[in-house]
Every structure is written in C-alpha cells, then in structure tokens.
C-alpha cells in the first residue's frame, strides 16, 4: 500500500468528503428530544451512508496512511509542491508522484496586482495574464529525479490529445501522463508513456453501479510504478 | 420577524453552516464502538456547538422562514434575481432587498468564450473583461419599485466611500448604502441614505466575545425599515 500526502486547495473537494458534498451537514443531523440539553445524533436513514464512509475514514487516519497538506494561494501551492517533494526524494524510485492538474495556467504577479479595488464604473476591462511557471521540469529533474511522475493532460479537442501527451514527456522526461478529455474524463483516459497507450475505459453498468474511474487508473498506476522499481524493470 | 430568500452561490459559506467551516464534518462524529454495525455518532466534546447550531436551524427549517435558493453561474443569478424580486412585488413596501455584494463585476460573454482550453503553452494571456449589467437599476424602477433596497459598497480606499455610496443612491434611487472598507469591514460600516449617515461599530471586547457587526446592521436595518413602512414614514 501507499502512504498519500494529500496536496489540495482549501476549498476543493475532499477525500471521503466528497461523497457529502450535496449534503447540508445540519441535514444528516437531528436533536434527540426536545428538552434543552437533547443530544445530537444522526439521523437514521444517513446512517449506513455515513457508517462506510466514516469507517474508511477513520481507518487512513488511524494508519497515518493520507497526510492532509493544505495551500490556499499559488504562491503557497508552488512552496508546498517543492517542499512535499524534496521530502519524498528519499524514497528514490518508490515515490510516486500524481500531479491531477494544473492548480492555474496563469496568474497575475503580485507587482501587477492593483493597489484599490478596481472600479467597474471606469468600463471594461483588459487583464493581462503571466504564465504561470511549470514545475514539473525542476520537480522531475531536480527535487525527485529517481521518482515516478505521473502528469495530467486534458484538452477539449481529441485530435490533439495524444500528440500533446507525447510532447509533454519528451518536454519534462517524466514516466507517464494520464490524458483525457473533458467531455469523457469520466468514462475514457489514456495513460500514455514513451513507447506504449494504455486505454482504460468504464461501460455503463459499472457507472451506473457508482464505480469510478479512477479506481481502474490507481490500479493500473501502481502496478506500472511496480515494474518500475523492480530490479531488470520489469 | 421577516422570512428570508437567501440567494447564494452553491459553494459560498451559509447560514449556520459557515460556524462549522473550520472543521472537517468527519472529525466531529465517530463509530460507537468496533463492531460492523457500529452506529455513528456525534463525538461528545462536539455536542454543544452542534445542539445550538442545530437548534437554530431546525427552528427556521420548521418556520419556514428561511427559502434557500441556489446558483452556480452568473446568468443563472442574474435570472433568479429577478425572479425572486417580482416574487416580492406584491408585498410593496415590506419588502426589504439586501444585495449583499456584486456576484461579479466583470463577465466574459458567451459568443467571446473560445471553444477550446486555452494553451498555456502559447505564452501570456490577453483577457478582455465586460461589464456586467447593473440589476441594481431595473431592480429599483421595475421590479420591486415599492422596497426597501439595501445595496453594498465595499472600497480599499477610505476617501471615496460615502462619496461613491451617495452616488450610487442618487444613480439607482434605491433607499440605502451599507459601505465599508475591506481592512475594517468586521469592525465598523456606515449605513448612508440620502439625508443621513449612521456609525455602526464593534468594541474589541464585543468582537473577542463572539459577535458580529452584522447583528447590529440587521437591528437598524429592521429599525429604518419599519419606520419606511409607517405611514407617516416615522
């Protein structure tokens, strides 16, 4: 098994959260009687929903298994990726690293950034956008050279998918990016390597049964990071 | 009291809710003990806080006096607006609007929207911002012409506040200005109408005890709207 730092935005959607996220908290709760000093509890039909996510949770933490690290600002994120992957530079090859997405393509520099509040009363706007800079090419050649790097790739138009994949990995030297489509992420990816495109797929049946995707791409990911760290690399 | 249409935006912070938005919901319940169908509990250090949040809740979810009505885009608001607006035209003067802050200033209409992602790999961005319409307009002259209409000016520089709150009364004629600045919003507001300009503001030990500047503006709020509704207007 893996041991996860949790690289995440503050407001994103959570591990195990995520599965309450049409709920109102307040909802799934109730007050045990009508006396001042009632208790609160569950209420009854959330119990079983609640009981299976809460045991997978409280398994990871009890295991120490998934280190939540928290960024709210680009600047904050970019410390954190630098500083959670030295710390993993000295598992060499066993470290795998999955970078879900860009956190943003672009931004505006702090010396760009107007001093008061811009007034809409003064029309239209024009913003003018910085790249943001890539990190996966000083994360893979300097803060985890021996690690296993796993990038994303989405794009709207499929023409383009596999070709900018390929030029991903000869850009950045990396082992693998997992490329989708918005309209199909949930359904299709591809996990391209330097000599080999793997499909993974979901059929209806298994959508509709609640499985996800991302069960088949974890799957499929650990067992390539273990070729990976075999001695003959195979 | 009032009953209250609580326009929002589906991720903001909500009503009872937000006094929970530090916490990850998970930590505050627990499985009652180690067997498969162990119930799930509310962990007894966080009864308390719950049992009067809960309590308030439950209390507006029987009244029903609190309607939650939900958004995601800007077009999306821009039309329940006025939907709930002409809802509340029957009730003339009793109607209080509290458009709490713009949703957004400037928009990016759909026929300027490229098709495909952006490339970030082309370099800086150009983006080209339009002004969303102002509702606060037809709000006042068509759709509820009779309410009492509280808008919001929010600015980073002290100087023009009750200059640009006085303007927006005159422009829109609408009944009231709450205007702060963004560094001392929490600690004091001026409530600006056209012959008037009333402080509101928090002592340290009131605000280190737990409350907020926004009981006080809702208590003059109701106090200057009642007086509206009066025939004699005192």
Redesign the interface.
């Known amino acids: 098994g893996y041991a996860v730092v949790f690289l995440h935005r503050n ?1 994103s959607l ?1 591990p ?2 995520r599965h ?1 996220s049409t709920y ?3 909802d799934l ?3 045990d009687g009508e006396n001042q ?6 209420k009854s039909e959330h ?1 079983k929903r ?2 299976s ?3 997978d ?2 398994q990871v933490q009890r295991d120490r298994s998934l280190l939540w690290v928290e960024f709210q600002s680009l600047s904050e994120y970019l410390h954190l990726l630098q500083m959670c992957s030295t710390c993993l530079q000295g598992l060499g090859k066993s470290a795998m690293l999955y970078l879900a997405a ?1 956190v943003a ?2 931004y505006i520099p702090k010396d760009q950034m107007p ?4 007034q ?1 009363a003064e ?10 800079p890539k990190m996966l090419e000083p994360l893979v050649k300097e803060w985890v050279p021996e690690a296993f790097v796993v990038s994303f790739k ?4 499929k023409d383009i998918l596999v070709s900018k994949s390929l030029q991903a990995l000869d850009k950045y030297q990396h082992q693998l990016v997992i490329a989708n489509l ?1 309209e199909t992420r949930k359904r299709e990816v591809k996990l391209v390597t330097t000599d080999n495109c793997v499909d993974i797929s979901m059929t209806t049946e298994e959508l509709s049964s609640g499985h996800e995707i991302e069960e088949k791409i974890v799957r499929e990911l650990a067992s390539l990071h273990s070729k990976f760290c075999s001695p003959d690399g195979h």
């Open positions: 407001r959570k195990f959260l309450l109102n908290f307040l709760l109730e007050l000093d009632a208790p609160v509890k569950v119990q609640l009981s996510i809460l045991r949770y409280e860009a393509d672009f001093e008061h509040k811009i809409s029309g239209p706007l024009q913003l003018s956008l910085q790249l943001v989405l794009e709207t138009n918005l």
